[in-house]
Structure formats: structure tokens, C-alpha cells
């Protein structure tokens, strides 16, 4: 199996979660050692992230907007389950 740079930025946000099967783990772990683009966009990604949460914090407690979207608002909720 091999991955595009395309496919491998798909599943991102599940490599870092350690959500991918053991093959597909492998496979990206493979191609980010052996090109630099997509280590680097790993490592903007894994920033992107980090400064995201470090942003959201001081808002934590406040009320949610009644514009923003309900299932956004769960798929928030779940992905802080995840952690």
C-alpha cells in the first residue's frame, strides 16, 4: 500500500490520534520519513492545532453562540472525548 501526499493529508488528524489500523500507521510513518513536504505540513498541522486549543481556552466556559451549528458543536464535544 502507498499513499499520495493527497491521501496522507486525509488522514492526519487520525495518525495523530493513533486512530488508523496498524498497516496504514505504518504506511504513513513510511512516507513522512521520506518526504519532507509532508513532514513539514505534519508539523504546521500538529502547530495549527496546539495554537487552536491554546486559543479556545480562555473562551471554555463561555456560552456557545446560538449561530453556530449544533452538529459542529458535537463533533467539538466528541473530539475532546477523544482525548
Do not use: W
Not at 46 to 53: I, N, S
Not at 55 to 61: G, L, N, V
Request: charged letters at 30%; one cysteine or more.
Amino acid at each position: 500500500m502507498k499513499l499520495t501526499c493527497k491521501e496522507l493529508y486525509e488522514f492526519m488528524g487520525d495518525y495523530l490520534e493513533g486512530n488508523l489500523p496498524d498497516d496504514v500507521m505504518c504506511v504513513m510513518k513510511t512516507h513522512l520519513s521520506r518526504c519532507p513536504c509532508c513532514e513539514h505540513y505534519l508539523e504546521n498541522y500538529r502547530t495549527a492545532l496546539r495554537l487552536g486549543v491554546s486559543c479556545c481556552k480562555e473562551y471554555a466556559e463561555d456560552e456557545v453562540p446560538a449561530s453556530v451549528p449544533e452538529p459542529l458543536i458535537q463533533a467539538i464535544l466528541e473530539a475532546r472525548k477523544k482525548k
